[in-house]
């Protein structure tokens, strides 16, 4: 699988290795084990989750990082996938123990980290794990379930996420994010799909002689998607270009493949013209809970590379 994979992304359109990528800050609490980042454009803020120390952290316009969520607070658990809408944070976040399994959504208040609301989902026998999400033009926030192979949907009236589909297709399904047509396109184990918001039909979004796998991480910009490949090797930061009608990937390039600091690099930001992005997660360093060696750990790098 692995020399298969470096043949076809060796064979990409446009290949970019050499394309200049900058570290934009570091943390230097280097035991976060880091998944989801965002950026809050009112106060030019960023703000990345931790999986290890269940917090999420803030970097203010000068640099500065403070806990935004302590660990813990508000029951919630590990951290993945973060979003900004609305002066709200949204956090993804799961819990799973011998007595307890459950994947959770909390919603917090931008301005004082207070809890406007959260939404449990805890299904005896069944396993759940809610990763990354999405938010459409109308409001509603969309939820990759890698475990459960579905996408949840909460809104602020349910008391628990809402089933809104699952489908075999979408099996190991990470990233996710809305195009410009309306709908949502996710990546799961065997590619690119796009879900209409209206109907709930999946089509597979094809690249012709390409199968993106792997993809976490999923944004948009202009009128391409930006999804970082780390799955499979080697972990690549990649640009795929969309028709005018958004339902073919037409070309692709290479954003950054192959870093020497990568160490599993997960999700990313799009920033102006900018993709920010988790360069080394060190989640090859996390097991059951808890850091493996924290002697090998480093200090956590978040790079930036230019998109058009």
Request: aromatic letters at 10%; glycine letters at 8%; one cysteine or more.
């Given at each position: 699988?692995?020399?298969?994979?470096?043949?076809?992304?060796?064979?990409?359109?446009?290949?970019?290795?050499?394309?200049?990528?900058?570290?934009?800050?570091?943390?230097?609490?280097?035991?976060?084990?880091?998944?989801?980042?965002?950026?809050?454009?009112?106060?030019?803020?960023?703000?990345?989750?931790?999986?290890?120390?269940?917090?999420?952290?803030?970097?203010?316009?000068?640099?500065?990082?403070?806990?935004?969520?302590?660990?813990?607070?508000?029951?919630?658990?590990?951290?993945?996938?973060?979003?900004?809408?609305?002066?709200?944070?949204?956090?993804?976040?799961?819990?799973?123990?011998?007595?307890?399994?459950?994947?959770?959504?909390?919603?917090?208040?931008?301005?004082?980290?207070?809890?406007?609301?959260?939404?449990?989902?805890?299904?005896?026998?069944?396993?759940?794990?809610?990763?990354?999400?999405?938010?459409?033009?109308?409001?509603?926030?969309?939820?990759?379930?890698?475990?459960?192979?579905?996408?949840?949907?909460?809104?602020?009236?349910?008391?628990?996420?809402?089933?809104?589909?699952?489908?075999?297709?979408?099996?190991?399904?990470?990233?996710?994010?809305?195009?410009?047509?309306?709908?949502?396109?996710?990546?799961?184990?065997?590619?690119?799909?796009?879900?209409?918001?209206?109907?709930?039909?999946?089509?597979?979004?094809?690249?012709?002689?390409?199968?993106?796998?792997?993809?976490?991480?999923?944004?948009?910009?202009?009128?391409?998607?930006?999804?970082?490949?780390?799955?499979?090797?080697?972990?690549?930061?990649?640009?795929?270009?969309?028709?005018?009608?958004?339902?073919?990937?037409?070309?692709?390039?290479?954003?950054?493949?192959?870093?020497?600091?990568?160490?599993?690099?997960?999700?990313?930001?799009?920033?102006?013209?900018?993709?920010?992005?988790?360069?080394?997660s060190q989640l090859s360093n996390f097991e059951n809970g808890k850091v493996k060696e924290p002697s090998k750990l480093m200090e956590v790098l978040i790079m930036k590379v230019r998109l058009n």
């Open positions: 699988m692995r020399h298969w994979i470096l043949i076809l992304f060796s064979a990409v359109i446009q290949l970019s290795f050499g394309q200049n990528v900058e570290i934009a800050f570091r943390l230097t609490e280097k035991d976060l084990i880091p998944e989801g980042i965002t950026f809050d454009p009112v106060t030019k803020s960023f703000y990345v989750s931790s999986i290890n120390k269940r917090k999420i952290v803030k970097i203010d316009e000068k640099g500065k990082v403070s806990n935004f969520i302590s660990s813990g607070q508000d029951g919630i658990g590990e951290v993945l996938g973060l979003k900004v809408a609305d002066g709200k944070l949204w956090a993804n976040n799961n819990l799973s123990s011998d007595t307890i399994s459950c994947a959770m959504i909390h919603q917090f208040d931008l301005r004082n980290g207070k809890l406007i609301h959260k939404w449990i989902l805890h299904v005896k026998g069944e396993k759940h794990l809610f990763n990354d999400l999405a938010i459409s033009a109308s409001g509603e926030t969309f939820i990759s379930d890698s475990d459960y192979g579905a996408v949840y949907r909460v809104s602020r009236d349910a008391e628990m996420p809402e089933l809104w589909i699952k489908d075999p297709r979408l099996r190991d399904i990470n990233g996710i994010t809305t195009v410009k047509s309306g709908d949502i396109v996710v990546n799961a184990s065997i590619g690119f799909y796009r879900i209409s918001l209206k109907t709930k039909e999946i089509n597979v979004l094809p690249f012709v002689g390409y199968f993106p796998l792997g993809i976490d991480g999923l944004n948009t910009h202009k009128q391409s998607l930006i999804g970082i490949q780390n799955v499979v090797f080697p972990a690549s930061i990649n640009q795929y270009y969309l028709n005018s009608a958004f339902d073919q990937i037409d070309s692709a390039r290479v954003l950054v493949a192959d870093h020497p600091r990568f160490d599993i690099p997960t999700t990313g930001t799009v920033v102006g013209d900018w993709f920010y992005f988790i360069a080394n």
